[in-house]
């Protein structure tokens, strides 16, 4: 049996009583980061004065999934107890327990998942952007074209649009967001769940000076108001190839859409 358990994502009294009641009779333990959910089994053995039987710890990651699944022996998910934790917070939400759920569906393996921690969640709630609907964009691309279409496509998005930011970026990222509209409404939270969370919400412009004069320290989370200004009638990619201009300003408006390379795209056209 495969389960898939969600780990703190910073208070460890966080941890559901079904979650130990699961890592207790675990035998076998997949995680993202060995280090790391050792370091969370000796914390909550301490905490709670409880004692965990796991006798094998694998490791599976966003780069090693190919040789993992290639050499891991799929019979043990089916004898023993097994569970899948990640670093922090709910499995398979930008993580790469979603691999071991496909995994486990092709291979006719049970498995359960668990409720417990999620950032994801506690941002949409504690933003008060957030009625019903919203968008998860995960952590966008690093840099470079893709990321500016992310950004342009999540401002025109008419549902408020969660994503992942790491301390390094999050000022580049609200000051991205302002260029394009300053008075947009913004929801921040860093540290969510520890000692030193905190939260921040502002327009765009506003946000971009708080956060000159923070700690940026931690893993943040963004809630992005929708557009206030959304229109259903939305120029496609079809629209563009059916307008009568010439290939390059084809290419060079297929490319401000898509975060593709214009030259390539104009290739494609005139071939």
């Given at each position: 049996?495969?389960?898939?358990i969600?780990?703190?994502?910073?208070?460890?009294?966080?941890?559901?009583s079904?979650?130990?009641?699961v890592?207790?009779?675990?035998?076998?333990?997949?995680?993202?980061?060995?280090?790391?959910?050792?370091?969370?089994l000796?914390?909550?053995?301490?905490k709670?004065q409880?004692?965990?039987k796991?006798?094998?710890?694998?490791?599976?990651?966003?780069?090693?999934?190919?040789?993992?699944f290639?050499s891991?022996?799929a019979?043990?998910?089916?004898?023993k107890v097994?569970?899948?934790?990640?670093?922090?917070g709910?499995?398979?939400?930008?993580?790469?327990?979603?691999?071991?759920?496909?995994f486990?569906?092709?291979?006719?393996?049970?498995?359960?998942?668990l409720s417990?921690?999620n950032?994801?969640?506690?941002?949409?709630a504690?933003?008060?952007?957030?009625?019903?609907?919203?968008?998860?964009?995960?952590f966008?691309?690093n840099?470079?074209a893709?990321?500016?279409?992310?950004?342009?496509?999540l401002?025109?998005?008419p549902?408020?649009?969660?994503l992942y930011?790491?301390?390094k970026?999050?000022?580049?990222?609200i000051?991205?967001?302002?260029?394009?509209?300053?008075q947009?409404k913004?929801f921040?939270?860093?540290?969510?769940?520890k000692k030193?969370?905190?939260?921040?919400?502002a327009?765009?412009?506003?946000?971009?000076?708080?956060?000159?004069e923070?700690?940026?320290?931690?893993?943040?989370?963004?809630?992005?108001?929708?557009n206030p200004?959304?229109?259903?009638?939305?120029?496609?990619q079809?629209?563009?190839?059916?307008?009568?201009?010439?290939?390059k300003?084809?290419?060079?408006?297929?490319a401000?859409?898509?975060?593709?390379?214009?030259?390539?795209?104009y290739?494609e056209?005139?071939?």
């Open positions: 049996m495969l389960y898939l969600p780990t703190p994502i910073g208070n460890l009294s966080d941890i559901s079904r979650t130990l009641e890592l207790q009779s675990c035998e076998i333990l997949i995680c993202e980061d060995t280090r790391v959910s050792k370091k969370l000796n914390l909550l053995s301490d709670f409880i004692s965990f796991i006798s094998q710890f694998y490791s599976l990651h966003t780069h090693n999934e190919a040789e993992f290639a891991f022996d019979a043990l998910l089916r004898e097994c569970a899948y934790a990640s670093d922090a709910m499995p398979c939400i930008s993580d790469p327990g979603i691999a071991l759920v496909k486990a569906q092709r291979s006719g393996i049970a498995y359960e998942v417990g921690a950032a994801l969640l506690l941002a949409a504690a933003s008060g952007l957030v009625e019903k609907e919203f968008s998860f964009l995960g966008l691309n840099d470079g893709q990321r500016k279409a992310q950004i342009l496509n401002m025109q998005s549902y408020p649009c969660v930011e790491s301390p970026r999050v000022i580049k990222l000051e991205q967001i302002a260029g394009i509209d300053a947009r913004i921040a939270i860093k540290e969510a769940t030193f969370e905190t939260k921040f919400r327009r765009a412009s506003e946000l971009a000076k708080k956060l000159q923070a700690n940026l320290s931690g893993e943040w989370c963004v809630v992005v108001q929708k200004n959304f229109s259903p009638e939305k120029i496609t079809n629209d563009i190839l059916e307008l009568e201009i010439s290939p300003a084809k290419a060079k408006l297929l401000k859409i898509t975060g593709r390379n214009a030259k390539e795209i290739s056209l005139t071939h």
